[in-house]
Nanobody
């Protein structure tokens, strides 16, 4: 059984960099054909796909966030990391990591077979 767990600070100051880690157990992040995504949900809004890293290490980003977002991985720790720079209060959201069998830029939950429980991140001074 694959499990995903998000971790990181719950509070980030404006203009700083948000950094979250997703730790995977019960599976490898290098296994074909899986993609590992970051998805967020701001308060009162819908889910938003932010980007993904493939089993190969290739990365994909939502165009509107590409300039501020970076996804990387540590295969030895079975972790992948999201960094969002120059955050504003509009980046306040619950952040999720999730796995899919194909590259998806749609955050529809049914397209992903495993999700983390989510982590609340608030951007505030």
């Amino acid at each position: 059984q694959v499990q995903l767990q998000e971790s990181g600070p719950g509070l980030v100051k404006p203009s700083q960099t948000l950094s979250l880690t997703c730790t995977v157990s019960g599976g490898s992040i290098t296994t074909f054909p899986y993609y590992w995504s970051w998805i967020r949900q701001p308060p009162g809004k819908g889910l938003e796909w932010m980007g993904a890293i493939a089993y190969s290490g290739s990365t994909y980003y939502r165009p509107s966030l590409k300039s501020r977002t970076s996804i990387s991985r540590d295969t030895s720790k079975k972790q992948f990391t999201l960094q969002v720079s120059s955050v504003t209060p509009e980046d306040t959201a619950v952040y999720y990591c999730a796995r899919s069998r194909e590259l998806k830029s749609d955050p529809e939950p049914s397209l992903y077979d495993y999700w983390g429980q989510g982590i609340q991140v608030t951007v505030s001074s």
